[in-house]
């Protein structure tokens, strides 16, 4: 009873954490000439990821590294079947061309580039440290370019004061980091209680439950027609999970776990991340049927790893 009430409370703390951050975050893009679409794959996907970010990296410190790798595919996974796809069931978006162009090409790099430094079984720190450099230089190219183009468009005035809008985005980061921690104490208390294993839990239980900011920010952002944040924040987070999560977590303590056990996972994470770029082609906006067909997929995907124990 105990669990469910801090579960339930979590939830709660989500949904208004993530109304607070999307209010913030689109009030200071506004502010700093900067797109949503750029706001939504910085600044909120690396605050939605801070639950991954310290589930990770504290299971690498306390030597579960299945859990820190299990979360992060497991996420990636969540992030676009699930999340994006319950989005745009909701309210269908149009697909802005650097989302195609740029920003798709550097999660399917990412992904590879996991997937081959992982072959050894081991993601040593420098291998953390070359993610971790990465990810800084696409940074801060983004909001390099970004800034570049609102120069030439006429860009709407904020709505706020800047201090507010910044503990708005605050305040709703720490609330959904809060929110999902109690969801994941609950869920990995339960999953352990009935005797599945450290992976299964990783990719399932911890992943989906450290997705929830994601989730909830996504479909928050799609109710306040802030339809970029929501596929930028899902692109931002997956570069940020393999990239920034795990680079950091290799950095502080070098990741050994098996490939071989993870490469059900690790196909399933590529098969999602390549399947997007056609649905993003297809159409000229991501409707309600890609939407259907990636929740099918993640169904799918689950089903085989619950059949796997």
Request: net charge positive.
């Amino acid at each position: 009873m105990t669990d469910l009430l801090v579960t339930l409370g979590g939830l709660v703390v989500l949904v208004a954490g993530a109304d607070l951050m999307v209010r913030g975050a689109v009030d200071l893009a506004l502010r700093a000439r900067i797109s949503p679409l750029v706001i939504g794959l910085t600044v909120v996907s690396i605050g939605t990821s801070a639950p991954e970010l310290l589930v990770s990296l504290l299971a690498a410190i306390k030597g579960s590294p299945a859990i820190a790798i299990g979360n992060v595919v497991g996420s990636n996974i969540a992030n676009i079947s699930v999340i994006l796809g319950l989005s745009i069931l909701v309210f269908p978006i149009e697909v802005d061309r650097d989302a195609r162009r740029v920003h798709w090409p550097v999660m399917m790099a990412s992904s590879l580039l996991f997937w081959w430094l992982f072959l050894d079984d081991r993601i040593a720190r420098w291998e953390g440290l070359l993610f971790f450099g990465l990810l800084c230089v696409y940074v801060v190219v983004m909001i390099w370019s970004s800034r570049r183009l609102a120069l030439a468009r006429i860009v709407e005035p904020p709505r706020m004061a800047w201090w507010k809008a910044a503990v708005l985005l605050l305040v709703g980061i720490a609330a959904l980091t809060k929110g999902a921690d109690w969801f994941v104490q609950g869920g990995v208390a339960l999953a352990r209680l009935v005797g599945v294993s450290e992976q299964l839990i990783g990719v399932t239980v911890i992943a989906f439950g450290t997705s929830l900011p994601e989730l909830v920010t996504s479909m928050v952002a799609a109710f306040r027609k802030q339809p970029d944040i929501s596929l930028g924040n899902l692109i931002g987070s997956n570069v940020f999970n393999l990239l920034g999560i795990l680079g950091i977590a290799a950095a502080v303590h070098p990741i050994e776990s098996s490939h071989s056990a993870f490469r059900a996972d690790l196909m399933a994470m590529l098969i999602v991340a390549a399947a997007l770029y056609p649905m993003m082609r297809l159409g000229s906006r991501m409707g309600r049927w890609k939407g259907a067909l990636l929740l099918l997929g993640y169904s799918a995907y689950l089903t085989v790893v619950l059949l796997r124990g």
